[in-house]
């Protein structure tokens, strides 16, 4: 009985408050970056103006007029758009034809793309940067499409497949029963039913592509730059100006944030996708 | 049908990016640095005079030196021009990453500075022209050590800068004697460090490029550093360098700091004195000697308009540009590069440091002494400089802390200093 009870007390006011605690261990270095982003660099660093200090936008200002903020931005959204649906155009059905029509080699495949995750990018730097550059693609966008595709394809096929593994296979097959062909799986039964899924990992493909620093910041120089080469560029030889590189960074994380604050019902559905069984 | 139209918009994006650049277009690649901001404004004039758009990149020192090596090594064409500093410039320039420099006779070559020339060339050619240059001093508030009843002279002897220290440090009013560098990095706490062992007659490394960390002046200065700093400086200075000790500075913290001649632009406080760098009784002093300079990396297939746009930014008139220039005026005009500014009387009255910033960079002497049988001030000018600096960097930091004796970091410096000079074949 007293364990019980200790059980609920626990479900009633302990969860809650770790839940509290975790969110805002996570909240915070947001939180502080962006309460530094309004300080100057010198108020940055001044311990009696951690939290009470005169805000200012000049953070910003120099963002905006001496960085070309906004082009940086469009490529982002660009290249983290662009990737995010041709990873999903490509995952989608291979997903599928391993979730649905298994092989033998189906989970050394799965293995194996898993393992080109472990290869250290530094490893492949220089041939990559010959390569593109003698193809004649280097600081384009249909490269850095490319590469944050090729580098989140695995993750999204192994999560897709395992929320098209939860779909009974028995729904499918009646598709096919009534006539439907591949695409029509696809389409029609596969897509609607596992949209939660698809959505969130359509979610943290574009975080990641948003969110990528080696290959962006070492394929680009000017026309295809993102966002991670922007704050790149803004540590300075003399130290990191704490002030000025937390605007960037806030404004950098900030559409990410949105989207995905715009995003927690599908985020949830997808993580709890198994329910569909 | 999705793929499809994926891929065209891919591949569509992708032409029209790269129709973007032409022969008349010069991509820059500039560390972040002000001097190097303000000048992407005053070159919007350099743009409408002869038509050449200009392209910056802005990237953090490490990057841009990965992403030039990687140009080069891929036959270049990435940037037409790049920042550089004075630690690559004459190895860059020996190994033909980058091009020789030759000027027109307007230029004025010899209004450059001479440390600042000779520490950018190789064998006699320059490679790398110096935007802004940089030398070390003493920034001390007058009315504290008037008050303690103590001065600085210029180079005076470390014991008394040790005496000006003590006499100044009030931790309990939040006044600390000293704020020198200890955060580690080659470029941080061992920019200073280097300089107080150079005025200690220590160095680097002997003629046989052998480290000689456990020298007695290394000894010698690392323990007058740990003693002074430790003793006379604010708490937690292991982690303080050029930024932290800035703020401390200008929130009235310092009784003195030895740093950068560019700190005298950004000192808000008044009564700032200045002295040139001390020394411990040999002809070295304890002052350094940088320069962020342009360069031309081998390859690019711009080179002659890159050379023109570098004589403008390097120029006499790019000085009066930035200081006529109505959002920038003579006190942010880039300094320490020619001898000419220091003579424009607008810069003298903005810039009051204008005379012990120049007398610092005379002095500075980065040729290869019996000394230190190397080029470099606070540095040596080799590749393998960063990797054994940022070793013997966070030894030091440890001595400070305390984590460590002075005498046990230093045996680990010349540990680690050895193995990777031995690893780099200079030595068996």
């Known amino acids: 009985m007293p364990i019980v009870a200790n059980a609920s007390r626990f479900s009633k006011f302990g969860r809650p408050t770790l839940a509290w605690i975790v969110g805002i261990l996570f909240f915070f270095p947001i939180f502080w970056m962006v309460l530094t982003s309004f300080k100057t660099d010198a108020d940055a660093v001044k311990p009696e103006h951690l939290i009470f200090f005169k805000p200012t936008f000049d953070n910003y200002l120099n963002m905006t007029e001496n960085y070309d903020y906004w082009r940086f931005a469009k490529n982002s959204v660009i290249t983290a758009v662009m990737a995010t649906v041709f990873t999903l155009v490509v995952g989608i059905p291979c997903a599928y034809a391993m979730a649905f029509n298994p092989s033998r080699a189906t989970k050394d495949v799965l293995m ?109 120089t000017t026309d295809a730059a993102t966002l991670s080469k922007l704050i790149e560029g803004n540590r300075a030889p003399e130290g990191l100006f704490f002030g000025r590189l937390s605007a960037v960074s806030a404004a950098a994380v900030g559409p990410i944030v949105v989207l995905g604050w715009f995003c927690q019902k599908q985020l949830v559905q997808g993580l709890t996708f198994g329910a569909v069984k | 049908m999705l793929m499809r139209n994926a891929l065209c918009a891919a591949t569509a994006l992708s032409l029209i990016t790269a129709g973007s650049v032409s022969g008349e277009t010069l991509t820059i690649a500039i560390v972040n640095n002000g001097h190097m901001i303000n000048m992407q404004k005053v070159a919007e004039a350099y743009t409408a005079e002869t038509g050449v758009e200009l392209n910056w990149v802005s990237l953090e020192e490490g990057v841009l030196r990965e992403q030039v090596t990687s140009d080069t090594a891929t036959g270049g064409g990435q940037y037409d021009i790049i920042n550089i500093g004075m630690q690559e410039a004459p190895i860059w320039g020996a190994a033909g990453w980058i091009e020789p420099l030759n000027f027109s006779a307007g230029y004025d070559l010899d209004d450059i500075l001479p440390a600042m020339r000779n520490g950018l060339s190789h064998d006699g050619q320059l490679y790398a022209a110096p935007f802004y240059g940089e030398s070390s001093m003493v920034m001390y508030r007058k009315d504290l050590a008037d008050a303690a009843g103590v001065s600085i002279s210029d180079n005076d002897s470390w014991d008394n800068v040790k005496a000006a220290a003590a006499a100044m440090h009030d931790p309990e009013n939040g006044i600390y004697g000293a704020c020198l560098r200890g955060k580690p990095g080659w470029g941080d706490n061992m920019a200073f460090i280097t300089t107080v062992v150079n005025s200690f007659g220590g160095a680097w490394f002997d003629a046989d490029h052998r480290p000689v960390l456990d020298s007695p002046e290394w000894n010698a200065a690392i323990n007058f550093y740990v003693d002074l700093l430790g003793n006379y400086g604010p708490p937690g200075s292991e982690g303080n360098s050029f930024n932290e000790i800035l703020a401390l500075y200008n929130e009235g913290k310092c009784g003195m700091w030895i740093d950068a001649t560019i700190a005298a632009s950004f000192l808000e406080v008044d009564g700032v004195a200045y002295a040139q760098s001390p020394n411990a009784g040999n002809p070295v002093g304890a002052n350094w000697l940088w320069a962020w300079a342009m360069a031309i990396p081998a390859g690019s297939p711009n080179a002659d308009a890159s050379a023109a746009f570098i004589e403008w930014a390097t120029s006499k008139d790019y000085v009066k540009a930035v200081g006529n220039h109505p959002e920038f005026g003579w006190g942010s005009v880039p300094t320490g590069q020619r001898a000419s500014t220091y003579a424009i009387p607008e810069f003298q009255a903005a810039a009051g440091f204008a005379a012990a910033e120049l007398a610092a960079i005379e002095s500075a002497a980065p040729g290869a002494t019996d000394l230190k049988p190397y080029v470099g001030v606070q540095f040596a000018a080799i590749p393998e400089f960063p990797e054994v600096g940022s070793a013997v960097a966070q030894e030091m930091a440890a001595a400070l802390s305390g984590a460590k004796s002075v005498e046990d970091a230093l045996a680990a410096s010349q540990k680690a200093a050895d193995a990777i000079m031995k690893e780099a074949g200079y030595y068996d």
Request: hydrophobic content about 55%; some cysteine.
């Open chain 1, 112 to 220: 194996w793309m898993l393992s080109t995750k472990m290869l250290p990018a530094a490893a492949v730097l220089y041939p990559m940067t010959f390569i593109t550059k003698t193809a004649g693609l280097f600081d384009t966008h249909f490269l850095i499409i490319l590469v944050l595709s090729l580098i989140n394809m695995p993750i999204v096929i192994w999560m897709l497949f395992t929320y098209f593994k939860e779909i009974p296979k028995d729904i499918i097959e009646a598709g096919q029963m009534d006539g439907a062909n591949t695409w029509g799986e696809i389409t029609e039964i596969l897509v609607p039913l596992a949209w939660g899924g698809i959505a969130s990992t359509a979610l943290l493909c574009f975080i990641f592509c948003w969110n990528e620093a080696y290959w962006t910041v070492r394929l680009t």
